[in-house]
């Protein structure tokens, strides 16, 4: 009788079966560290976040450009992708520790704390105030990331016939522990952040907001025109666009916040919220649009919104002739800044503290914001206010225009097509369509549509909103069969026709006729 003996595992085969269980420990244990240290840091002062802070170095440092095209890929997903991003890249590097771990496993230490020495470089911002915290709480991670190493790692390779020292099952079933109290903290870090915007809510959502001094008009029937599926005239505000450099809204205690008016100025001034309620009011529907809106896109809405008009405020510090920018500055450090001489045509320019009839929300700016009509966001609507300062862009140069970005941030005429959708298929005959137009400050005169390249068709206009928000339209085609392209553009109170050349986004803001593509069955 003739036995078949097994062939032995070679030492090969030994070496790749540690390194992909050292992958599997270091990449769990650098997950399980990146939990606890933000878990630790929901407890220090400020909060520190070494995924948050890192992402916002990535958002600072990236090039315009690429920042645009991801915006215009994800929308307003970018950040939560970048955290993702952040996260993976933190699991790899515990992956590749531990392959490295598996032949050398006392080089793990070392690598471990280089690693959080290196997280700590790129998520330091360079303000000395977040460096202690950041430091703890990167700590906290290598220590914990290194508990998890020692207790489930391959510790080399065993004799022969022994086998793994640690067994497949035991590091499977650990990791498996490990990932449950990883998914528990990751719960603790989201409930503990909620908590705290929670909390700020509350105490916005109590506060009474007075009457206004300078009612906006009543809005006049007819503002949305009769065409199914278009969006109304007025975006409520859990559908008007967000978009921030930082990553999560910042948290404002009222009770400690103030307004600083401050710079090139007389009589400097400092605010309470409760203060800035008590002067004379205005209420207007004001369009804001941000600058990397794409030809067509949704990055615009039109709010009814109430705050003190901010030439009353300038004309009590008394500001210096030669005081040319009026800078915003955020809580957050965030700047805009515009020429002060654009104030000067009497525009309704407000730090607003109310949203469609409600204390500002969280993450539109609260406690106060500015509200520029005419201007892009990038150079006038800061939120999270806590400063307004009168200055020169010889002194202060405001974030986004030491980028690159233009400083004229006057808003460009521009019409889009919101039903049908582009690309989407409709039935023959009569079908209705509809949009949007606007040209702030100065207000939409008419719009017109073309099919296929053919000639230019009036459109009927809603009822007026004012000049600063945007103007609705329609307009029935009769539609038939194929494919087919349709294309608006408007004209102003002026005569002006928008811009139809085609232009990037950077450095100023996107031109061009938006065009959409429609199948007819």
Known sequence: MTTTQQPEAGAGDETRVQRRRGALVGAVGALTGLVAAEVFGLVLPGRPSPVTYAAQRVIDAMPDAPREALIGAVGTLDKPLLVVGITLAVIAGGALIGVLGAARPAAVPWLFV???????????????????????????????????????????????????????????????????????GLGVVALGRRGSAAAVDAVRTSLRIPRPTDPAPALPAGITPDVPGIAPAITPNADFYQI?????????????????????????LTLTYDQLLALPSIERHVALTCVSNEVGGD??????????RLTDVLAKVGVHDDADLVMGVSVDGFTTGFPRA?????????????????????????????????????????????EIRLTTLADDVPFWLQRGWAQDGTIEAASRIDVPRA???????????????????????????????????????????GTDAWRLWSWSWTATAGTHELRVRMHDLDGTAQDSDVRPVFPGASSGLHTITVAVA
Do not use: C
């Not at 000395?128 to 190493?149: F, H, Q, Y």
């Open 342 to 386: 654009v104030l000067d045509d009497g525009r309704d320019a407000m730090i607003a503290y109310a949203m469609n009839g409600e204390p500002l929300p969280v993450r539109h700016g609260f406690p106060v914001r500015l509200v520029v009509p005419g201007l892009y966001g990038y150079v006038s609507a800061t939120k999270w206010l806590q």
């Open 114 to 184: 280089g690693g959080g020495s290196l997280g700590w470089l790129v998520a330091w911002n360079g303000s000395s105030a977040d460096a202690l915290g950041l430091a703890l709480v990167i700590a906290v991670g290598v220590t914990v990331a290194l508990l998890v190493w020692n207790r489930l790692a391959p510790v080399g390779p065993a004799p022969a016939t022994a086998g793994p020292v640690v067994e497949r099952r035991t590091v499977l079933r650990a990791a498996a522990v490990v990932g449950v109290a990883t998914a528990v």
């Open 423 to 465: 690309d989407t298929r409709v039935s023959a005959g009569t079908v209705a369509v509809g949009g949007r137009a606007w040209h702030q400050h100065t207000g939409v005169g008419s719009v017109e549509v073309s099919v296929d390249g053919g000639p230019w068709q009036p459109a009927t206009l809603a009822a007026p909103i």
């Open 299 to 308: 990055l615009v809405g039109t709010a009814r919104w109430q705050g003190v």
């Open 244 to 268: 921030d450099v930082s990553l999560s809204p910042p948290v404002v205690d009222l009770a400690s916040w103030k307004l600083e008016v401050s710079g090139r100025v007389d009589s400097p």
